[in-house]
C-alpha cells in the first residue's frame, strides 16, 4: 500500500509505519545522548503511552533509565486496506527498539478508563514484571469517558466559562487567520468534562494497583497538566478543560496523602509546555499560538518538545538529586521558559499584528506543520513515500 497523509481538519487519518519508526528512533537517540547521571525508575506503567508526552515518558524511561515498560493505550489496529492509527505504529516501533536491548516492553490495547483495563494491568505486573511497579504516569488525553461504576458514558467539550469568547485562529488546511467563537458550557458540560479529563480515573488506576499490592515501597506517580498564560486562558486554563486540569490538581494531593501513608511514595502533576500533539492541535486556539511560540523560543534557542521535556522531568526533578522546580501547589513546573514574560509578551506582540498575509513571515507555521506531519509518520526525508509497505506491522 502506498500511504499519504489524509488531513481532515485537525486530524490526519492516515499513517505511515516506517515515519512513525523514523520519529520512534529520532526519541529513542535523544535520550541516548543525554544518559540520565542518577538512578531512575525500574519498573514503569505508562497511561497513555503511545503518543505525545506518554510515548515520550516510555521512551526516557526504558532507553534513559533501563526500565521495564507497561504500556495502556486506545490505537486502531491496521487491516490490508487500511493502515492503523499513529500510536499503533509507534508502539510497534517502541517495542522492537526495546526488545533489541533486552528491555521488557509490554503494551495493552484497552480502554484505560475500564476496570477490564486495570485488572489486565494488575495481572501483567504480577506475572511479568516481577509483581510491583515503582512510576505510574498518567497521560490521557481522551474525548469521552464510561464510567465503570455506572456505564454512564461522558463527553468533554472545549467550551468557556460563564461569557462567549472570540479568539483568532488559524486555520492549518487554507492558512487563513480568522476567528472563532467559543459558546458557554452549561453546568453539565463542566461537569462531563471533569468526569473524562479530572482526576478521577487516575485516583481509580492508584487504588486498584495498590489494593492489587503491585505498587513498590516508594512508588511515584505523576500526571500531566497544561495552564498557560493569558492568549491561551480564556480557552484553555479558565475554560472546561482548565477545570478539569484543577480536578487533576485535587486528585494529586489525595493520591499524594495516600500513597505518603502507605507507601512512603508520592504524586504530582507536572506542568509541561505546549507542544504539537494529537490533542493540542484539537484545540482551536493551540496552532496559531504553537506557530508563534515554536518561532519566539527558537529564536532563544529554549523550544523543546515531547521528549526533551519529559526527559527534563524524569532525569532532573522526578530522579534529580537536585531541588525540584515546584510551585506553590507542589506542581512541578517544565512550563517556565514558555511561560517567561519577555517570550509571552513577544508572542502576543506577534499574536496582535498576524493575519492570512503575514503568517508564513511573522511565525514559524512550517515547523508546526512540519511537527504535525511527523506525529503521522510524514515528512522524514528518510522514508521512500513513493514505496509500498505493508500497513500490518
Ligand atoms: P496525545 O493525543 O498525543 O496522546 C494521548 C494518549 O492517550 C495516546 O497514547 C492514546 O492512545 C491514549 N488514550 C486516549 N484515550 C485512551 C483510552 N480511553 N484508553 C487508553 N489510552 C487512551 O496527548 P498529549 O498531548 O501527549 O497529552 C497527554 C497529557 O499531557 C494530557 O493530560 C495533556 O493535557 C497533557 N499536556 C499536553 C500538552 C500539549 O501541548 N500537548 C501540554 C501540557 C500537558
Redesign the pocket.
Known sequence: MIIKPKVRGFICTTAHPEGCKVHVQEQIDYVKAHKPAATGPKNVLI?????????ASRISAAFGHGAKTLG????KEPTERRPASA?WYNTKAFEAEAEKEGLYAKSLN????SDD?KAQVIDVIKNEMGGQVDLVVY????PR?TDPETGQTYASSLKAIGEPVTRKSLNTDTKQVGEFTLDPATDEEIHNTIKV?GGEDWERWIDQLSEAGVLAEGVKST????IGKDLTWPIYGGATIGRA?QDVDRASVAINEKLKKELNGEANVS?????V????SAIPV?PLYLSILIRVMKERGTNEG?IEQVHGLLTDQLYGSGDRTLDDQGRIRMDLNELDSDVQAEVEAIWNQVNSDNVDELTDFAEYQKEFFKLFGFGFDEVDYEKDVDPIV
Do not use: W
Open positions: 497511561i497513555g503511552c503511545s503518543n505525545g508526552y506518554g510515548l495502556v493505550m486506545f490505537e500510536g484497552a480502554d484505560a478508563f483495563a497521560s490521557l488525553g481522551a469517558r479529563m500526571a500531566y497538566s497544561y486540569k506542568v509541561l509546555k505546549a507542544v500533539t494529537q490533542s493540542s493551540m515531547c
